[in-house]
């Protein structure tokens, strides 16, 4: 018979993977962000607060500039040992050395308040500035990348440092109201994978080995300004007739982006 | 004998002994078998009854051979327990088998139980012997001892055993009201000497959310 390890606060690894689907933080009178309900057991004295804690202001400021997002996550703080998983998806940490990541919304755990959070430009990513450790989760190990790279768009877990992320559609699909057509409804036979996400310049692309997306967390509207890309107060240039959904051209709206 | 295949498919060697194992959870054997549904889990008269009016339900079957059978349950990680006269509290819903000659019951947890998702009711394992129990990604074992209670979020709880005592306690406060409230609410918390198993992924509670 395999005996299960067991774990006490002493043989539990410090800011590391117990297994591939569990991570465990030390805290010694630090913080960290997390998302809310991540936390699966803790050993010691921890105390969690959500972000509106009027004794967070200073860290918050500092840390955490995506007001619309406070209530998803939580502030952990005192000593001990806390465990973090995330719906038996794979959990992975990373360490930002003075550098800059981008993540799905929903893949992103926890984070060192040394991290700055801010949301990212592109809708649903939020993007991490500055050095320390974060937590991510993904369905599947990570896979790293380097541009320049298409994408699946379901596969697509982050970027770091800067390459330059844009769509890319395959022209024949481009070609027609048949061609759109025939994605739209699958007739005639399309395969998946005639839109993709490009990415071209200096960095590190990071994937996922499935493309079961996680569910997104919601990141919050984003400012309702025109030219603030997802904000709905640009979206529709005034006078425009409605568009209908599905319409050809729309095609934002058809990947459901 | 129980040893794991993988980490999700559970074997039993069987030498004209007998396992208890859930209901429809063989995925192969070789050798010859055979496999009887317990009425009541076996527990008598007086546990069909408690099981029926506490809604722990548990179909449990008892396979009884030569060779070695094989379990799975929905590509659920397995854990082996072994017991030695301790009791193991665990779900009717993650436990896939136990030796034949322990002793399974139902007992009531309290106000955990209601967090937990699972109903105020928990099953116990009892005598010596092996346990095989079910979760969702592989679990953690986590040891408490006097110096070092363990606090655990209730979607993630699976299993304990040993002399634990478990005090349910809450962080409901008016920023919860407000709407601020941190996620982590309603926690367990383990004192004494024993072993509590977490999985990594948290089931739907009551107070998941707050």
Same mark, same amino acid.
Not at chain 1, 93 to 122: C, H, M, W
Not at chain 2, 69 to 98: M, P, Q, W
Not at chain 2, 136 to 163: E, F, K, M
């Given at each position: ?257 | ?26 995925? +192969?054997?070789?050798?010859?078998? !055979? ?5 009541? %889990? $076996?527990?008598?008269?007086? *546990?069909?009854? &408690? ?48 030796? +034949?000659?322990?002793?399974?019951? !139902? ?5 955990? %139980? $209601?967090?937990?998702?699972? *109903?105020?009711? &928990? ?88």
């Amino acid at each position: 018979m395999s005996t299960p390890v067991i774990h006490d606060p002493t043989t539990l690894p410090s800011d590391d993977n117990v297994n591939a689907y569990t991570f465990c933080v030390e805290l010694k009178g630090s913080q960290w962000f997390l998302q809310k309900g991540k936390m699966i057991a803790y050993y010691g004295q921890i105390d969690f607060n959500g972000i509106g804690h009027g004794r967070f202001d200073r860290l918050i400021r500092t840390s955490f500039h995506s007001p619309l997002h406070a209530s998803d996550w939580v502030v952990a703080e005192g000593s001990g040992k806390m465990l973090l998983a995330d719906r038996a998806f794979d959990v992975n940490s990373f360490d930002l050395e003075n550098g800059n990541l981008t993540i799905r919304s929903g893949n992103l755990l926890a984070y060192q308040p040394t991290l700055a959070l801010k949301q990212s430009i592109v809708p649903g990513f939020l993007t991490l500035i500055g050095t320390g450790k974060f937590v991510a989760a993904s369905n599947g190990p990570v896979v790293f990348m380097e541009p320049p790279l298409r994408v699946d768009p379901q596969a697509l877990v982050g970027w770091a440092d800067c390459p330059s992320p844009c769509h890319h559609y395959d022209h024949g699909y481009m070609t027609g109201v048949l061609g759109g057509l025939r994605s739209l409804t699958g007739m005639g036979g399309t395969s998946g994978e005639e839109h993709q996400f490009e990415f071209v310049g200096a960095g590190t692309v990071l994937l996922q080995s499935t493309e079961v997306l996680m569910p997104e967390q919601a990141t919050g509207a984003t400012p309702h300004e025109p030219g603030v890309p997802g904000g709905s107060a640009g979206a529709g240039q005034p006078g425009s007739a409605p568009r209908m959904p599905g319409q050809l051209g729309d095609l934002q709206r058809r990947f459901g982006l | 004998m129980f040893r794991l295949q993988g980490s999700k498919t559970l074997a039993v060697d069987l030498t004209g002994d007998a396992v208890k194992a859930k209901n429809g959870s063989m995925v +192969a054997y070789d050798g010859q078998m !055979t496999f009887k549904k317990m009425s009541g %889990g $076996g527990e008598g008269i007086r *546990g069909m009854v &408690t099981r029926r009016l506490t809604g722990e339900q548990m179909t449990m079957m008892e396979v009884k051979g030569q060779g070695t059978c094989y379990f799975a349950d929905r590509a659920s990680e397995i854990n082996l327990v072994s017991l030695h006269g301790d009791k193991l509290y665990v779900e009717a819903s993650n436990l896939l088998a136990t030796d +034949a000659g322990l002793r399974t019951g !139902t007992t009531f947890t309290g106000l955990r %139980g $209601g967090t937990s998702g699972n *109903g105020l009711f &928990t099953t116990t394992v009892e005598g010596t012997g092996q346990a095989a129990i079910m979760s969702d990604g592989s679990a953690v074992v986590l040891r408490v001892t006097r110096q070092y209670p363990l606090v655990v979020d209730p979607g993630a709880y699976i299993a304990h055993q040993g002399s634990l005592q478990q005090h349910f306690q809450s962080g409901v406060n008016f920023r919860t009201l407000m709407g601020e409230g941190s996620g982590e609410s309603f926690q367990i918390r383990f004192e004494g000497d024993g072993l509590v198993y977490v999985q990594p992924s948290e089931r739907n509670t009551v107070g998941g959310d707050v």
